[in-house]
Structures are given as structure tokens and as C-alpha cells.
């Protein structure tokens, strides 16, 4: 059965603009339905919060926060925010309808994803969270619900309700139980967010399309939070064999239970995404998900999450033999079965190894000395790229990189590296870097007057993310320049942090009135005053004069900043409407008539007259007269 049909605002006009034609989806705090604007003629979403909830201020106010947030990205990422209203226990916002799916509804028809599917969704939503958390924003609700995909392709991030200004300390109690397998361990904790929370969020959602599953499960919320809190998440890989692993390695950075070891926020995670994706070959970025493998084989899913092991030296012949049976065997392209090819390389090396124990220990000695080894060069004190390329140049791979608060190190240079500096490593092997991310704390710098690009240099010079722009009027500081910093020069912060602008309007500037005046004098006014002037094509009925200015906005009296646009209307003189025949009425009845015909009324007695009864109008009936203007009615003389 159609439920749209028992809901009473389908077919519904909201707010005198929107038509609602079906409903979409149900939530805890709103209901999302497929409108027309009928203003504009185009298809959109409205998402109406539930009229219980209309009178609580705190719902209504995160509901306009969404608005006013999504708003300002303009990113081709974020599902956009048109119109943001209410009428009577409705309140509503008007945003972009995307005609497709949600993640989760991907995930739960199609199961895990194929490596480049799943990075193919997930860097989008990082370039959609990079502009918020580069904005100042945190989304705090990750999620596949969250995630759209529509039918061209295309993946937006919705539901930015839940989102707060980075740094901002919030309480996660009332979003627990819905969200709890993407918290964060600090949101559960300490009840605050910041972009790294966002970054573990899309950790838990990249191993989810990679396995099909969530990372932590148990039968209550309390079981998945205490895991949260006590277990990492675990490698993809142990899910479904043969996934790269740098796809470990990047679900693994994302979910550092230790927030200061994830990346900073989703710019960084998503060029680490990147990073992992050039690295792998086209094999491993198409591994075949689980269940893909189950039914070509007919055995059950659990069967594809079986990892072979080389067994110790030492234990039983059998058993080694039974665990190196276990793996279903793979497929060529012309559909013939390959026996054991599921281990690759690891089951080539256990074989080298079985093999190496038969020849005895000196075999084994000549083996692992006949590799080429190097030293790992001296990296310390340069930059993250610089040593990157240090090591490319030494034939070194990069296995990670990790960040840590140093008092001594410069931010973005390298502390150590594992293996240390001058050790002893294998000439293919992989190098692991330790960045600084410079003092734990640190002081917002003072950038007072500052060119706002000099002043958001100077922050990132010192650590911080620039963050959200407002402009003031200030009669001390130029315009264009910085007024202060949110929060104040100063102030102490963790690096990385967001830092809002106030940015100068200059003095302000009494807007004057130039109505009635012909637009070219107004124009002129305008300009004298520091306004620049715009006048609108479209000219419009009103008192004034044909030529004149009837309207203009900012009206008399409002402050502008110098530099800004008045927009003049001009007018086309008053409309001409015809007069009513009033002779012989009561006066009452005859001003009425008059007044509702659009006319100023003036009665004129004669001198002695007692009547009631009009015996003459200034202007006869039939007639026609300007909008607005005087008719004299004259009552009958004795």
C-alpha cells in the first residue's frame, strides 16, 4: 500500500510556493518529501521536521544551523540548501533532490564492493567533508545513510542537521543509539567532535563497503560502543583475503582510536585515499568482494574470510595440511579453477619456506643473505616530501606516515622513522615516517589588519586551518582587512583547528533616499555618498512621476558599506483607474466606494448645507484618475 497517500501534506502547496507530490523517506527528526517550486518549476526536497518537534527551540534551531551551513559550501558534493522556512507548525528546508539511492542501499543489495567501487564513492564524500572541515564545519553523522548516489553517478553527502563549528564541544547523547557505529571513541568519551571525528566516521564506512559488514557488532548498543572504545578496527583484509594492504593501511590511519594519530581532517584522508589508489594495480583494485566469490563457488560466505597461515616448525603434519586446503579455489578467465591461487604470494612464500627447512639451516642462511640490503638515510628535520623522495631515490617504499606533537621538531618535518635512520634494511623493504605537527598547543597569532589572504597565510603558517569568513562594519579598521580572529589572538589551541575570520566592511555609510528623484540624479546622490548605483529594468506602477525612482533597496536610512549597490526601480507613473459614479449616495457609502476604488477622498460641505447626499466629484464618473489620487466629493446644498 501507498503510505504517501495517509499523509496529510501530499498534494499539499507549503509555505504558498511548494507543491509536495510524494513522500521519500521517514526519520526521527524529519520527513523528506518530492515537491515542485512552483515558483521557479523545478523538482526539489523538502524536508519538513516533524510538528511535535516544531515547538522544541533547540530542533529548530540545529534545523536553520543545516541551512545556513550547507549554504555557505556551494560544493558540487554537498546536497545543496535553497530555501530555508516555515508556515504555521511546518518548518521546513528546500533543498537539491537527487534522483538515485543511498549507499546503504547499495550495501545492502550488492553486500562489499570491489576496492576501486568503494574509493570511487569515498573520495567524493572526503572532497564534500575537505570544504566543510576547510570551512570550519564538522558533519558529526557519517554515515551510508548520508552518503547519495544518483542515477548519473554523481555522490553528494546530505544531512549536514547534526553539524557544528569545528572545536565546538557537543553532547552525543541524543544521536548515540543512531549513529553509534560510527562514532569516534573522543565522541563517546568526552562528547566533542572535531574533523577527525568525520575522518574516523568515513573509516568505518570505507571497511564497511569493503567488506560488506561493520567493523564492530555486538547484540546492544553499550557491546559496539565498548569496542569502539577498546578495539581497533580491524584490517579489511581479515575479512576478505587478498585486498592490498594499502587498503589496511588507510582504513587503519582513518580509526587510530588516538585521535592525534589520524589524519588531521578529510582533505588530508582524501589525498592519502589518493595516494593508496595510484599504488595499486588494476588486479588489486578490482579483487573480487566476498560474496561474488561465495557464489561462484557455491560455498558459504564465511568461507572467503579464512586467511592461510604458515604454520611454526614444530607442529603437527597434518593440521598444516588441512589449513592449506581450506582457501576456495580460484578461477582463470576461461572459468577453470586454479588450486591454492587464492594465497598468492604469501602461499608462494610458505612454500620457499617449507622447502628452505628441508634443505636444512645452511640453505636457509644462503637465502636470506643473498638479498641486497641498504641503510635507511638521514630524514630527520626534512619535509614530508623531501623525504619522500629521499627514500624513492634510495629504492625505499613508503609503508605510512604518522603525525605526533613535537616542542622541537618544525610542524610538517620529519621527528623519526621506523626503521630508525642508518639501520640496516632490505633494499625492497618499506620505511614508515613520523611527522610533527608541531607544539601540542599552540597561540592563534594576532592577524589584526591584516589583507584577509596575508592573515590566512599567517595562520597556516602557524598551524591553524583558516576557517569561516563575516564581515562588520569597523570605523578603526580599512576594509578588506582583519578585525579580530574566533577565538581571539591569543587564545591557546590544538594545531589544525579551525580560525574564523572578521573581516572589515569599513565605515559605514548612511544610505540617502533618492525616491522621486529622476535616476539620474539619484544615481548621482548615490555615487556622492560612496553607493554605486544600479537601476532595474523592469519599471513599475507607483505615485511618482513617470522617471522617477519609486523604489530602492537598501531603503532611506540603512548602513552600507562604501563600494556597495543600491538597486533603483524606476517609476512608470501611477496607474489610471476609472473613477465610480458616487452623485446621490451617502457620503459614508460614497467615500467607501471611492477609497476601495483606489482613490484619496475629500468631502466638501457648503456653507449652511445639512445634506448627507453627495451632489457632485471633482472628477465625473466614468472618468479616469491617477492611483492614489484625491476625488472631492460635494454634499447638496439646502
Known sequence: MDTTLQDPLVGQLLDGRYRIDARIAVGGMATVYRAMDTRLDRVLA?????P??????????????????????AHPNVVGVFDQGAQGAYVYLAMEYVAGCTLRDVLRERGALQPRAALDILEPVLAALGAAHRAGFVHRDMKPENVLIGDDGRVKVADFGLVRAVGTATDTTGSLLGTVSYLAPEQIEQ???????????????????????????????AQVIYQHLNTDVPAPSGAVPGLAAGLDELVAAATARDPDVRPPDAVALLARSRDVRAALTQEQLDTMPPQAIAEVHDGAEDRTSVIPRVIPAGQGTAHHTSRLEMPAPAETGSGRRLPFAGRGRRGLVAVIAAVLLVLGAGAGVWYINSGQFTRVPSILGQ????????????GLDLKGVERAYSDTVKRGTVISSDPDPGERIRGNDA????????????EVPDVESLALADARRELKKSGFAPGMVTREFSEEIDRGKVIRTEPRAGTERR?????????????PVDVPDVTGLPAEEATAALDKAGLKAKVLPDRVNSPEAAGEIARQTPGSGAEAAEGDTVELTVSEGPRMLQVPDVTGKDVDQARSTLEEAGFEVKVDRPFLSFSDTVGSQSVEGGEKAAEGSTITIRTKAL
Do not use: N, W
Open 46 to 50: 523538502l524536508k519538513v521536521m516533524h
Open 431 to 442: 620505511v614508515k615516517l613520523v611527522i610533527s605537527r608541531g607544539p601540542e598547543i599552540v
Open 191 to 221: 562528547g566533542t567532535a572535531d574533523t577527525r571525528s568525520d575522518v574516523y566516521a568515513c573509516g568505518v564506512v570505507l571497511y564497511e563497503m569493503l567488506t560488506g559488514g561493520k567493523p564492530h557488532a555486538g547484540d546492544t548498543a
Open 383 to 394: 619535509t614530508q616530501s623531501a623525504a619522500e623522495k629521499r627514500l624513492a631515490d634510495e
Open 52 to 73: 511535535a518537534l516544531a515547538t522544541d527551540a533547540a530542533f529548530v534551531e540545529r534545523f536553520i544551523r543545516e541551512a545556513k551551513s550547507v549554504a555557505r559550501l
Open 495 to 507: 594545531p589544525d583547528s579551525a580560525v574564523a575570520l572578521v573581516v572589515s566592511k569599513g565605515s
